[in-house]
């Protein structure tokens, strides 16, 4: 299917790795030419290489951290006509109410939900004063699915849920779309991490991470590319009356039962 995204500019936040390199991929292959946003520069110019190397599309990359708003303002400056904006940077440590600390809790916040607060601020007045554009905010399944064991990240991803409905309602009156995307269990280094965690405080030892994906719809955890895919999709006018909602993908996950 052609999506008819060729010519158009997207920027991703977390862009390097993961989710966010796989929106990016999934873009470019569409002909949409890509801003890669990460806080690592050797990470973003080996993403901007393999997408050079594979698509005939303008890849841009700027190490920047989003959690300082003043790294929002200076995208916003040099980028100011983007069609399309893909939030996805953000990292929240798993722990319960105890285990993460107020320095944490703030930190992980200051980058997942004030950042996607801070660049859909900026970018959808620009989109607005043009009377186009799509924001598709990657959130998270624990914003649905509450885990205390995973508290900062349900807490910030259902917060973020609320705001991307609140602002995509509103956003037909201007022209624009936002939409979220709730990834479940997807393969990155990030839910390695928060399944070693997990085995650690469940089965005593961190290497047993794996048996505790055995639960998971068909066996396995997704891939970014199956998000990616859906990013590009929603970004484009074949998904035009799609806003103000959240799609899930989790492979059912959240309607039979525990997870893990």
């Known amino acids: 299917m052609d999506l008819h995204l060729r010519g158009k500019t997207a920027l ?3 862009a390097s790795k993961g989710i966010g390199y796989a929106s990016a991929e999934a873009l470019a292959e569409e002909g949409v030419n890509v801003i890669l946003v990460s806080r690592t520069q050797s990470d973003l110019d080996a993403a901007r290489e393999k997408i050079a190397a594979r698509h005939n599309v303008r890849a841009e990359v700027h190490a920047f951290d989003i959690s300082d708003s003043r790294n929002v303002d200076r995208l916003a400056e040099q980028h100011p006509d983007i069609d399309i904006l893909v939030n996805n940077a953000g990292a929240i440590p798993g722990g319960n109410l105890q285990e993460i600390t107020e320095d944490r809790w703030r930190a992980a916040w200051d980058l997942k939900v004030y950042g996607y607060i801070n660049m859909c601020r900026r970018f959808y007045a620009l989109m607005q004063q043009r009377g186009r554009g799509v924001i598709v905010n990657v959130l998270g399944m624990a914003g649905e699915r509450m885990d205390a ?24 009156a201007d022209k624009l779309r936002v939409v979220g995307i709730n990834p479940g269990a997807i393969a990155t280094d990030r839910l390695v991490t928060i399944m070693k965690k997990r085995a650690l405080d469940r089965l005593g030892d961190e290497n047993r991470w794996e048996e505790l994906m055995k639960p998971l719809p068909y066996g396995r955890a997704g891939t970014p590319e199956e998000i990616g895919w859906m990013v ?3 970004a484009s006018d074949r998904s035009a009356y799609t806003g103000g909602t959240i799609i899930t993908i989790d492979g059912g996950a959240a309607n039979r039962g525990p997870m893990f």
């Open 232 to 234: 590009a999709f929603l």
């Open 149 to 172: 064991t995973y508290i900062a990240g349900s807490t910030g991803n259902a917060g973020l849920m609320a705001f991307t409905k609140a602002l995509g309602g509103a956003a037909s």
């Open 12 to 14: 991703i936040t977390g």
